[in-house]
């Protein structure tokens, strides 16, 4: 399926169409912000765009401007309603980094002391310092490419 169609069996275009219920909060011509199915806390949203983007690899510049931009004002919303001592922003691509839908989502997740999210983070680790110069030195030759 290209990115430029709508997924005949993915929730996140359903409500997108309107043919799958949602709590929707905002709409742009190319985004939607809806609150999950099963949100962490009040005031947890999505964003997402609303043509069938599968993940991160296959957003294009346009449409990232576009769900970052409703990312901000959303998290600012969230600030406003909501009053919570943080927040995350999490988007997460491909299943082992537990993406549940196969459309790019944005979670924008109010944070409070003590609320059931899980700790974000893994205890730091010593990383061989050769490891991480090879590893900068080929991200740095991939984008400049």
């Known amino acids: 399926m290209t990115a430029d169609h709508h997924g005949a069996d993915c929730v996140f275009c359903g409500i997108a169409t309107g ?3 949602a709590r929707i909060v905002a709409g ?5 912000t809806f609150l999950p199915r099963n949100p962490v806390h009040p005031g947890h949203v999505l964003v997402v ?7 991160i690899w296959e957003l294009d510049e346009k449409t990232a401007t576009a769900v970052g931009a409703e990312v ?3 998290a600012h919303a969230v600030r406003a309603a909501h009053r919570p001592e943080g927040l995350n922003i999490i988007q997460s691509s ?3 980094a537990t993406q549940s839908v196969p459309h790019l989502h ?3 997740v109010p944070r409070y002391e003590g609320d059931r999210m899980p700790q974000l983070w893994p205890d730091p680790t010593e990383t061989d310092p050769e490891l991480l110069d090879d ?4 991200l740095r ?3 400049e490419s």
């Open 19 to 21: 043919t799958e219920p």
């Open 28 to 32: 742009t011509a190319d985004t939607l």
């Open 49 to 55: 765009p609303r043509r069938h983007v599968r993940d």
């Open 72 to 74: 901000l004002k959303a």
């Open 94 to 96: 491909g299943a082992v």
């Open 106 to 108: 944005v979670h924008v």
């Open 135 to 138: 590893s900068a030195r080929r």
């Open 141 to 143: 030759e991939t984008l």
